[in-house]
């Protein structure tokens, strides 16, 4: 029997107020090959103090806490550990609480009630460089988009100049593709596909793949 390198494991926290979807949660992650659970936690605040210790790679996060807003935790987590994903899970669907959580820094956002193997399967795809969202938060988040783009037709600004390869990844992105599948896309390696979004948030002044995404399409750079 071959030992698990636990060096190579990603390290996940679950902050969940609910006792028995807390349990949920880590069930699911502990059944997860290359996932280990260190910590769990029912309030934000011990979430967040415990970040230099837990060293997390990954992080589910509920925004209905009891102590503090989970938006905050988000925002706090995305400040002491920036390479650490944040996964959204919880009951609030409203726009605000959707659009508060990305600026925030989250990776994904999932409303509760999805199958055990949906959840794995947006787990491992946040850690591959995707963004999973729930097909209710996804469509309120291209309608957004949609209404923004339209109300801004008339005044805008002269587009960025972004390369061929360039927009071609901004529209694998756009479209859901993660960075491996980008890269396997267009026969490059995932560390160039970061070298190049980089650059392209460069040029669009923005922090995000969610805000690269919104800022072209605004541009009309994509469709």
Known sequence: MTA???SKLTRVVVVEDD???RKLLVNV??????FTVVAEFGEGRLAIRSLAATLPDLMLVDLGLPDIAGI?????ITTVCPECDVLVVTTFGDEPSIFSALEAGASGYLLKGGTEEELRRDIREVRSGGSPLSPAIARKVVNEFSRTRRTRSRNRTQ???????ETKILELVSRG??????????VITRDTVHSHLKSIYRKLKVHSKMEAV???RRKNIIS
């Open 214 to 216: 919104f800022e072209a």
């Open 72 to 76: 905050e935790v988000i925002r706090q």
């Open 4 to 6: 698990v390198d636990s």
């Open 177 to 186: 593709y993660s960075y491996d599948e980008t890269a396997k896309q267009l």
């Open 159 to 165: 587009a960025p100049s972004l390369t061929e390869r």
């Open 19 to 21: 006792p028995q979807i």
């Open 29 to 34: 992650l502990q059944g997860m090959p290359g």
